[in-house]
């Protein structure tokens, strides 16, 4: 299913792709704005879109490029409607880089947040639900934006922003698995009262289906952990066997033959 997916372009090296999702959700957006607003609707509705995904690129950017620094290879950044997705082709194992990897992507944006607040012409008469209709209300729109996406990345509902966070701060102190468990444990607290908030607060079926989403991958990734961690734990024992096996005496050399 993730490979139904288009190839954009190459960012230092890192291949860019859209699932074919996403151009759904594209064709619905620009329908939308078409059917609210006419061309203008559609262009501003579209170009939302645009600006909205920029910043979720450049929020795997920062993972990826703190990810590269401490020698985790990012082959790929996938899009999809619900969000970005960088591919790490390595875990990083040590706390700290894990901590500073997971941060930066939010850190970019907040940054970005803080950029567009110097750019953005206060005050904007606008409703922050309807289309934009000129650049210093898209402006608002991606500042709002980006503010909600720094802080939602930062619940700690793992495999989320804020539970690798979570995770790498209790792997400061406890051994990977367990920190895990708990991250995963607490990560499943937070999705189940995330979900009741969303459907008998919010009335949002999108919002609870999200939570529950993050609820089934966080338990998918603590087995992929445990199941990882076994099979080193497997192969370990057997290279220590291996190194402490008493070495093979050599044959003797077989007596050479002459005439
Ligand atoms: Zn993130």
Excluded at 83 to 100: C, K, N, T, Y
Excluded at 224 to 240: F, H, I, L, S
Excluded at 246 to 259: G, M, N, S, V
Aim: proline share 6%; net charge neutral; glycine share 8%.
């Amino acid at each position: 299913m993730l490979g139904w997916s288009l190839n954009l372009f190459r960012i230092r090296g890192i291949q860019l792709s859209v699932h074919f999702t996403f151009l759904l959700l594209l064709a619905y957006v620009a329908q939308d704005g078409w059917s609210q607003g006419g061309s203008a609707g559609l262009w501003w509705s579209v170009a939302t879109l645009m600006g909205f995904f920029t910043c979720v690129v450049l929020h795997e950017l920062g993972h990826s490029f703190t990810a590269r620094h401490y020698g985790v290879g990012v082959p790929r950044i996938l899009l999809m409607p619900i969000g970005g997705m960088a591919q790490f082709d390595s875990i990083p194992r040590r706390p700290v880089h894990e901590l500073l990897i997971t941060i930066a992507g939010p850190a970019v944006n907040f940054i970005l947040a803080g950029l567009l607040w110097c750019v953005v012409d206060f005050p904007v008469n606008w409703d922050a639900g309807a289309i934009p209709e000129s650049v210093n209300e898209l402006c608002c729109t991606l500042l709002a934006a980006n503010l909600v996406m720094g802080c939602f990345n930062l619940i700690p509902a793992f495999p989320m922003d804020g539970g690798r966070i979570l995770r790498a701060s209790l792997a400061l102190k406890l051994p990977y698995l367990p920190a895990t468990l708990w991250a995963a444990s607490i990560g499943k607290v937070v999705c189940v009262a995330g979900a009741l908030f969303m459907g008998f607060y919010m009335h949002s079926v999108l919002g609870t289906a999200l939570f529950v989403f993050i609820f089934i991958v966080g338990e998918l990734e603590y087995r992929a952990v445990k199941r990882r961690e076994r099979d080193e734990a497997y192969w370990r024992e057997v290279m220590q066997r291996f190194q402490s096996a008493p070495a093979i005496p050599p044959a003797e050399e077989p007596p050479i033959l002459t005439r």
